[in-house]
RNA sequence: GCUUCUAUAGCUCAGUAGGUAGAGCACUGCCAUGGUAAGGCAGGGGUCGCCAGUUCGAUUCUGGCUGGAAGCUCCA
């Protein structure tokens, strides 16, 4: 037996010729309160051990305090289900992890948890801690864990899915036991600062068809000044999200008679959208696109043809019916640019064909889920689809690639990730069902995305119902992930419609489909650039770039020259020439997020000048006009941020 | 769709323990012609989201519907 002695005096034997997995086992095992999470000048800080040659241990502190606020959050979310059981003694638990920022608690309870109830767990929660309990750890072999947890039906569950033979952990702290693999932090007295965020419903397991359960959202540090900064940043994120910008800077509306998921583009944002969608179809012709327009309505029928309606009818809305017809509202565009491949004959030396639209599609997304311009029931895709042959599927998706790595560029957008969408392989209703299609798709575009050297994650389950994608997704103010640009493999649709095409050979051969969209939906495209801009757009996109301000009534006269110099080259730009002060007029621009504003007084107009004043550095000083038109005409062409 | 919350002037929000409402901003008029984030005075504007129920009486209480919010499910 060899001592091994520990930092902070206490001591474990381990046997001679154990292997160093064994050694940590047992470590975190018996001295998991001491090895895992600790406090270091009053901060609680994970800790990590290494044993040395000689047997013994160094502890020191783990720089990247992720799994030490881990533990102090999964530690509180443990003081909450305390609480909770204090206070409503029939309550079941499910799970409590934590997360990105903070933990949750799932309970199944009897009447969902008024803001009383919050207040009255908050308190508990608060004498929990005070009352400084050790948290202690210890196992028991399956069969015994089953009785320790005889009247907790979702932990036997849990208990029951461990594998067998293993020895299952607990973490008990005074009155209160629970299910647990840990780390835990050494007592609740080391739980400083805890606010309840909110409370809603939650199916256990994340299935639609298992129980509703009753979720509480939380937050712990261990200083008030960090707790007071988490908050904060909330509050920015509410400041930054696009329904309250939107809605401040006229970009859009929603109205009830028109209805759920329905907003409406007002000028400004009109402006914005249109910039974007000649900036991107300018782009996409430089490629090689070709642009059609289609229909929004189609005979069921089509649906049926590329299966869509067998995967997607309950996301569509309801069928019209007339005498001899039946008409649905389109949900994507595909089946369309199949059809329009497929009005004629084609040659290899056709390939590829790039077919682009900006096309208006229609889903029935279930109400809860609608947001702003994020999540809309009437949307339009910057959509494309690529015909092309097998041998151009690498350099087309490359080319796609490429355009997305551009325009977010140009957007100068920094926090998205690319993600690898697979299919669920045991989910055979959500997928067409062709293993060997799924497993060259698959295989195709994750060694395309390694070869383009590529930073991505995958996820199973994410798939289109007809191929695998590339995603990029982004994070919103409200911390949803959402999809913004999409690129997608499909060997089925071309197969559906039997699209052919005569090779060198003078056979017919099958094209592979790659369909795409850059900028994604307009709409969800201009709900991120809002909440990335703070809907201070950069000057080429802003619904109004200039705003001529005259100080008194004489200069108007100077002011509509101005206008009419900067209107010539295609500025947007507006004289304020209404009867108040200079100052009330900048306010008002610079609350409207206009780039440049133009004070004119009599010394401007002595100088043939303006007094430039930028929204985002303040008074510039004075500047002749014919420079400030070079200036802003380059700014615009430039695209500059 | 599910759980909870929510709806008062164009906007942001007070308020009425059940007796038909108020502020600031915005809007209109007048005065002030003002040099880099709100000048002064006056005025107009609401069947208190919609439909039922309880009540002598409902904006207020109850139910339903519609819209909105958070989360879950789903998704560009």
Known sequence: MIKVMLKDGSSIDIEEGSSILDVAKKISEGLARVATCGEVDGEIKDLRYILNKDCSLTIHTFDSSLDGKKAYWHTTSHIMAQAVKRLFPDVKFAIGPSIDEGFYYDFDIERP??????????????????????????????????????????????INELPEGEEISFYKQGDFTDLCAGPH??????????????????????????????????????????????????????????????????????????????????????????????????????????????????????????????????????????????????????????????????????????????????????????????????????????????????????????????????????????????????????????????????????????????????????????GPKLDVQIKTALGHDVTISTCQLDFLLPQRFELEYIGEDGKAHRPVVIHRAILGTFDRFMSFLIEETKGAFPTWLSPLQVKVLPISDSQVEYSKEVEKQLKAIGVRVKVDDRNEKIGYKIREAQLEKVPYMLVIGDKEIEANAVAVRSRKDGDAGQMKLEDFVCKIKQEIDTKAR
Request: charged letters at 30%.
């Open 113 to 158: 948890f008024t803001d009383e109830d919050k207040e009255k767990i908050e308190n508990e929660m608060k004498k929990i801690i005070k009352e400084d309990i050790a948290i202690e750890r210890f196992s028991l072999p399956k069969s015994e864990a089953l009785e320790l947890m005889k009247d907790q039906p979702y932990k036997q569950e849990l």
């Open 185 to 466: 932090l050494e007592s609740t007295g080391k739980v400083k600062y805890i606010k309840l965020l909110t409370s809603s419903g939650a199916y256990w397991r994340g299935n639609e068809h298992n129980k509703m359960l009753q979720r509480i959202y939380a937050i712990s540090y261990p200083k008030a000044s960090q707790l007071e900064e988490y908050l904060q940043l909330l509050e920015e994120a509410k400041q930054r999200d696009h329904r309250k910008i939107g809605k401040d800077l006229e970009l859009f509306m929603t109205h009830e008679l028109v209805g759920s998921g329905l907003p409406m583009y007002l000028p400004n944002g009109a402006t914005v959208r249109r910039l974007l969608e000649r900036y991107i179809q300018d782009k996409e012709i430089e490629m090689g696109y070709s642009h059609v327009y289609t229909p929004s309505l189609a005979n069921v029928d089509l649906y049926k043809t590329s299966g869509h309606w067998d995967h997607y009818k309950d996301d569509m809305f309801p069928v019209m019916k007339f005498d001899n017809e039946e008409l649905v509202l389109r949900p994507m565009n595909c089946p369309h640019h199949m059809l329009i491949y497929r009005s004629k004959m084609r040659s290899y030396r056709d390939l590829p064909i790039r077919i682009g639209e900006l096309a208006h599609d229609f889903r029935y997304e279930s109400s809860g889920s609608v947001c702003g311009l994020e999540r809309v029931r009437e949307m339009c895709q910057n959509d494309a689809h690529l015909f092309v042959t097998p041998e151009q599927i690498k350099s087309e998706f490359a080319q796609v690639v490429k355009l997305i790595l551009s325009v977010y560029e140009d957007f100068g957008f920094k926090d998205y990730t690319f993600r690898l969408s697979l299919r669920d392989k045991d989910n055979k209703e959500k997928y067409f069902d062709d293993d060997q299609m799924w497993e060259t798709a698959e295989s195709q575009l994750r060694e395309i995305l390694t070869e383009l050297g590529l930073n991505f994650y995958e996820a199973k389950g994410e798939a289109a119902f007809y």
